[in-house]
């Protein structure tokens, strides 16, 4: 069972990182051309490419705070109907009378309330972990601020950790999810 939780966050972490990733850079680069333009499309030069990669290297954490949010509802769709090691994570529809169908295709739709849930949860972790972090750095490190070391990039990482825990978590928590036997 182990493995079927690691193959599964393994996959989910890397389709977030890789969508994530390439979204927000795409998205500073075309803010980055926007603002190029607008101020005149002056001749490329040594000094120019250095002002555009620092107009990058500011928009990039900022939308990839936006990118990271929309990655994390398309990632949990490919978490269900798979089989990882021998198991699958299905996602039940709700029915009267306390029954419930197994959804074959799952669309963002359906998603869609098991994803508030899972982010509560993930929500939680993160922040346990975020506490956990700051009575580190505060007894054991030189740090003067509460949250100077705190960042998106830091903040990434504490998702992708959390994100293993609440896979895990998941079928107990929300009883449309069901880990079953493939």
């Not at 680069?29 to 490419?49: D, K, M, P, R, W």
């Not at 949250?147 to 895990?168: C, D, E, H, K, N």
Request: proline share 1%; net charge positive.
């Amino acid at each position: 069972m182990g493995k079927f939780y690691f193959t599964i966050w393994l996959k989910w972490a890397i389709y977030l990182s890789v969508s994530s990733i390439v979204w927000a850079t795409i998205f500073s680069s075309l803010v980055t051309l926007f603002i190029y333009i607008n101020q005149g499309s002056v001749a490329l030069s040594t000094e120019v490419y250095q002002a555009l990669f620092k107009i990058v290297k500011f928009w990039f954490p900022l939308v990839w705070s936006v990118t990271l949010l929309v990655a994390l509802f398309r990632a949990l769709k490919i978490v269900f109907n798979r089989c990882y090691n021998g198991y699958e994570m299905k996602l039940l529809q709700c029915m009267k009378e306390g029954q419930s169908e197994t959804i074959e295709i799952v669309g963002y739709g359906d998603v869609k309330s098991v994803w508030r849930k899972w982010l509560m949860l993930l929500i939680w972790l993160v922040g346990a972990q975020m506490i956990l972090a700051f009575i580190f750095t505060r007894f054991f490190t030189s740090y003067e601020a509460v949250f100077a070391w705190f960042s998106i990039y830091l903040l990434y990482a504490f998702v992708l950790i959390g994100g293993y825990f609440s896979f895990i978590l998941l079928s107990s928590r929300c009883r449309l999810v069901k880990v079953k036997r493939c």
